[in-house]
């Protein structure tokens, strides 16, 4: 009888040892004696019990590595890129993944040395930031390539950080300081060049203003004179008489205006007091001597010729 609890007990024993789980998106590899037997699925699996035993699981998960290279441009610059590989296992290459490399992760880091220290030494520094997306893809394409065989598929490559020395960092900073100062200084200079020629215009427009103003204020004057001397002449007062009296009663208006301007230096001359009346007197005579030669020039142009 208890031979039997023995024999059960070990049954049991044996059964357990031979059950074990799986997880999700993991394969465990079963070897029998050191050899290869076979791949398990996720969930509840039995291998044989003190034959088999679980070698090793892998993971279907998508993973990540990341690396940073330092390598010179072509320009002699040295940088720091730090890339982000994304990578599989593939499931029908389970047996390849597991086996076929001791370190997938360095196998991996340097292939993506040895890449992008092809790469980056074709371009100038600028030329690794804007082409950054074509690192990412030659690192993807060969590194794709090469890795296949060992059950491996690679995702996606990326260039998530480009470090130059610090130096050249603070020299890149002054020389797009230095861009932006030119840039800034080019467009006050075209706001000073618009403002100036705008000023011109402006001022252009008032002296256009300035002097429709003053050839409307003389029209007016000389048809306000032209107004008053018909009114003299109805009053009994001759053309040289009104002209005359028009001119003194404008020189007086002119001194009245001169004398209400406390801070004015202008110098009339002459300035005497007999001045008007010298002046009145010597305009009546121009006056008449004028009329005169007229009538004179008009006699002889109509007398009759021999």
């Not at 998960?61 to 982000?84: A, C, M």
């Not at 994304?86 to 499931?91: A, E, G, S, T």
């Not at 075209?190 to 103003?213: F, M, P, Y």
């Not at 053309?239 to 001194?255: F, N, R």
């Amino acid at each position: 009888m208890i031979g039997t609890y023995v024999i059960l007990f070990i049954v049991v024993v044996l059964i357990v040892s031979g059950l074990f789980t799986v997880k999700q998106q993991t394969i465990a590899i079963i070897e029998r004696f050191g050899k290869f037997q076979s791949t398990r699925s996720p969930g509840l699996q039995l291998k044989v019990p003190l034959i088999d035993k679980v070698a090793g699981r892998v993971s279907l998960r998508i993973q990540q590595l990341d690396v940073i290279v330092e390598t010179k441009t072509q320009d002699d610059v040295f940088v720091h890129l730090k890339i982000s590989v994304q990578f599989l296992i593939r499931p029908d290459h389970v047996y390849d993944a597991f086996y076929k490399l001791q370190n997938p992760h360095e196998q991996i880091t340097a292939f993506i040395f040895d890449v992008v220290r092809a790469e980056v030494p074709k371009m100038i520094l600028d030329d690794v930031f804007e082409k950054k997306e074509e690192i990412a893809l030659a690192i993807q394409r060969d590194l794709k390539q090469a890795m296949l065989d060992y059950g491996y598929d690679i995702i996606k490559a990326l260039v998530t950080d480009i470090d130059p020395d610090e130096n050249v960092k603070i020299a890149m900073n002054r020389i797009n300081a230095a861009d932006r100062e030119k840039i800034a200084a080019q467009h006050e200079g075209d706001a000073q060049r618009i403002l100036i020629v705008e000023r011109a215009k402006a001022e252009a427009e008032s002296k256009r203003l300035q002097g429709k103003g003053i050839a409307d204020q003389r029209r007016e004057i000389a048809r306000g004179l032209e107004e008053s001397v018909v009114v003299l002449n109805r009053a009994g007062i001759n053309s040289q008489e009104a002209s005359a009296l028009i001119i003194i009663t404008q020189h007086y208006d002119t001194l009245q205006s001169i004398g209400s301007d406390t801070k004015s230096n202008l110098i009339l001359l002459p300035n005497n007091p007999n001045a008007a009346s010298t002046m009145l007197n010597d305009m009546v005579t121009s006056l008449v001597a004028a009329n005169k030669l007229n009538e004179s020039t008009f006699e002889e142009t109509q007398k009759p010729k021999k």
